[in-house]
């Protein structure tokens, strides 16, 4: 049998019965689809995850003196920077006790802070940055009626006689941090950091446990770039860092109408480069810039597009940050959602000097954050700085956070993603399969008939398995092409849904060549099945 | 040597553990141009000697030889070549394609045989024209009576011609009318030379042939005429 004719009559079966294609084709549509949809979504997932973490440096520890800023009314807890751009622990957040705070809470006047809120009641109820006065000079040994509730260690009232009479040993750190020596303190902090539980929450508390404590001794101080030269000339394992603070402040121009709060960033040159942070257009803010404190900021992706409508238009123009008047240097390139805290797309970044003399002044609440040489060894890089900042702060608490233990949970959360989206993958595969396989051998099966009837008037195997493989093919094909179409229609749905939906070829590949795999076996066996047959008994198939 | 050789042909249905016995030792010779008749009743194993003869069915021992060829040892392409070259086999049910209109299923055969869609068309004219097909090449089997289906199936088997023309009870399905005229039609065939083998179970059908044999629980008998 010539091919040409082959063809006209596998076209014609194709296009004859429309209806019926269409039936076989669905089974293999659907099957095509998900597999391009679970892929795509699966793929979105994992980016998602990547993209959270794309800009956070592995080396990256933050350091900051808790409490330090506390007269403030603008920024709660001035940890910006946190790991290196990362921006976590609620950098940028005005210090409410959202739960991802570490130790947010009411502020104590001695730095100390109250383990989060809502255990305490009265306390919890404090108003931001509300200082409770008296808590220092509480009567020693007198019972806080109010507090019953008390978190960890107990009695409050206890806590400072803790030192005498070491009664308070319901929480061994707690215990270790109220002997009051700073030594103990700081090992205890140490250890706290090292253990890496990530339980932030109970962090939180224990940080409150040691301020109250402490809240007697703890001595507050600023960080600053002194310090941050000290660390680094100090053989700590950290050749590279930077500092850097937020605040909350009103801005004007552009094509804002009204004064709006942003987040500003107070940074130093290289903190673009340590948090990965790219710019859409223009340059980050320079040395020199920081050095003589100019007036010039560098605006996240988002903040450009509020105040200006794009990047290029808000390249080069002006805008007032508490009324004065700053060029906007450059913009940067928008960087998604970042693993915690607030995304750099919504922050002004200035200078770091210009930002003490003219927004924070004696308020600033820095945080150094370092980039360790060697990324496996976090912990000894934090032990060197904690011994020596203590040399120059003996009296004062500092907390670290690296972003190390951060990425890890990261990665091990998308390994598991990964293994789930394997796992999603091939559930789909199989379920398409059986749905395909299902479809093709029955239409196959019901042309026993004809198959029959091809033999009887001579036509050869080879001719009768050919004509219904590329049937089968065909349909396959179709079916998956349609598929495709299909989930590229279901995309915008998707997304609308706020899934990330990462179509990609070698989804669309896979879906096709399986749809096409598993449509040309399951059709091709009832028909090699049936070809073996005698015409007779092929005929008298029902 | 006549056309078909058929010497010792047996034929068994296996039912589980019982062997039914259905061509007992069938020994049959047809002449070219000859016009046979096999007669016999329901059950008798009529349909079973013609698949056998048409080779659509194998036989379970036995000699056959059909145009000199050996059958009883042929491989499949062998018996593909066969039918397609050799045999035209009417079916009592038609079994033509659905999805082919008229003319497709007609010039099924010789686009096996390697024709063009336009060969084969040009081929097949004569025969379409004297079954009076010619005013129905576009339509699908089932947008036609019985009687036309027959005649379509009548067609296709003739257009290769074939060396033997094979019917099963041609008749059966249809109106007395139109059998006469598929009866007048293989008259015809069998005047122009063609070899026809036709089974039938009325004596009346039977007697249009030149011969006629009977089969009877799987045993051909008389040999009459
Ligand atoms: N595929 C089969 N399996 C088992 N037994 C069969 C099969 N085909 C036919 N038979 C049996 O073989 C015997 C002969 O059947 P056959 O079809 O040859 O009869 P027939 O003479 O053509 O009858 P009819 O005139 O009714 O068509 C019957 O008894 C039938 O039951
Ligand atoms: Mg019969």
């Given amino acids: 049998m010539r091919k040409r004719e082959l063809l006209r009559l596998v076209w014609q079966n194709i296009t004859q019965n429309k209806f019926k294609t269409v039936m076989t084709s669905i089974g293999i549509i659907v099957g095509a689809a998900t597999i391009v949809m679970v892929i795509a979504i699966g793929k979105g997932g994992q980016m998602d995850v990547a993209d959270q973490f794309k800009n956070l440096n592995a080396g990256a520890i933050d350091i900051s003196c808790e409490g330090a800023g506390k007269e403030s009314s603008s920024s709660g807890r001035g940890g910006f920077g946190g790991f290196g751009g990362g921006m976590p622990g609620g950098g940028f957040s005005d210090g409410n006790s959202s739960s991802e705070n570490s130790g947010s809470g009411g502020r104590m006047p001695n730095g100390g802070e109250m383990p989060e809120g809502g255990k305490m009641p009265d306390m919890s109820q404090m108003p931001e940055g509300g200082e409770m006065p008296d808590m220092s000079q509480m009567p020693e040994g007198e019972e806080m009626p109010d507090m019953p509730q008390m978190p960890e260690g107990g009695e409050m009232p206890d806590m400072s006689q803790v030192p005498e009479n070491g009664k308070n040993s319901a929480d061994g750190e707690s215990t270790e941090g109220a002997t009051g020596k700073n030594d103990s303190a700081r090992e205890a902090s140490e250890s706290r950091e090292n253990d890496n539980s990530g339980n932030r929450g109970d962090r939180g508390n224990r940080n409150g446990n040691f301020a109250m404590t402490e809240s007697t001794e703890q001595e507050i101080i600023t960080l600053t770039d002194e310090d941050l030269t000290n660390i680094l000339a100090g053989d700590v394992g950290a050749s590279e860092g930077t500092i850097s603070y937020s605040t909350r402040s009103s801005i004007e121009g552009g094509e804002l109408e009204e004064a709006t709060t942003y987040t500003i960033a107070g940074v130093q040159s290289n903190y673009a480069q340590i948090s990965n942070l790219t710019m859409a257009v223009g ?192 349909i396959s094909f179709i079916g998956g092409v349609l598929g495709m179409l299909l989930s590229l229609g279901i995309t915008p749905l998707v997304r609308y849904f706020d899934v990330r939906v990462e179509l990609s070829l070698a989804a669309f590949g896979a879906a096709l060549a399986f749809a096409v795999c598993t449509g040309v076996i399951f059709g091709f066996y009832p028909a090699y099945r049936a070809s073996k047959l005698v015409p007779v008994e092929a005929l008298s198939a029902e | 040597m006549g056309i078909i050789e058929l010497s010792n042909i047996n034929k068994y249905y296996y039912m589980g553990e019982n062997a039914l016995h259905v061509l007992k030792d069938v020994s049959l010779t047809v002449e070219k141009g000859d016009y046979l008749a096999i007669l016999g009743p329901s059950g008798s194993g009529k349909s079973t000697l013609m698949n056998i003869i048409g080779c659509m069915d194998v036989s379970d021992g036995g000699e056959y030889y059909l145009d000199g060829e050996s059958v009883h040892n042929a491989k499949e392409e062998e018996l593909t070549r066969i039918r397609n070259e050799k045999i035209g086999f009417i079916f009592q049910k038609y079994h033509l394609i659905p999805t082919y209109n008229v003319l497709q299923n007609i010039v099924m055969p010789l686009l096996m045989r390697g024709l063009t869609l336009k060969e084969a068309h040009e081929h097949s004219m004569e025969i379409i024209h004297m079954l009076g097909l010619s005013d129905r090449i576009e339509h699908k089997p089932s947008e036609l009576s019985g009687g036309q289906q027959q005649r379509v199936a009548i067609a296709r088997a003739l257009v290769g011609e074939p060396a033997i023309l094979l019917a099963d009870e041609p008749t059966g399905a249809l109106d007395k009318n139109s059998g006469i005229e598929v009866l007048k039609l293989f008259q015809r065939l069998n005047d122009m030379g063609n070899t026809i083998v036709m089974i039938t179970h009325d004596l009346g059908v039977a007697e249009h042939a030149k011969r006629i044999v009977k089969i009877v629980d799987g045993e051909l008998t008389i040999q009459e005429k």
């Fill in chain 1, 283 to 474: 340059e980050f803010l320079t040395e020199e810039a920081n050095n003589n404190k100019e007036k010039s900021c560098v605006l996240g992706a988002n903040i450009a597009a509020e105040i200006f409508g794009s990047a290029i238009d808000a390249y080069g123009s002006i805008l007032y940050i508490d009324q004065r008047i700053y060029v906007v240097d450059g913009v940067l390139e928008s960087m998604g959602s970042v693993s915690s805290g607030i995304s750099p797309d919504d922050a002004v970044f200035i200078p770091y000097q210009t930002g003490i003399k003219y927004l924070v002044g004696e308020n600033a609440d820095p945080t150094i954050t370092i980039i360790a040489d060697d990324v496996e060894h976090l912990d000894t890089v934090i032990t060197a700085t904690t011994e020596l900042l203590a040399e120059y702060y003996p009296n004062t608490e500092f907390t670290y956070e690296d972003a190390g233990s951060k990425m890890e949970a990261a990665s091990a959360s998308n390994e598991i993603l990964t293994m789930l989206l394997i796992a999603m993958a091939v559930i789909v595969f199989i379920v398409g399969g059986i749905g395909i396989m299902n479809v093709m051998f029955v239409s196959v099966k019901e042309r026993t008939n004809e198959i029959g009837i091809l033999k009887a008037i001579g036509c050869s195997q080879k001719n009768i398995l050919l004509e219904f493989l590329l049937e089968a093919g065909a």
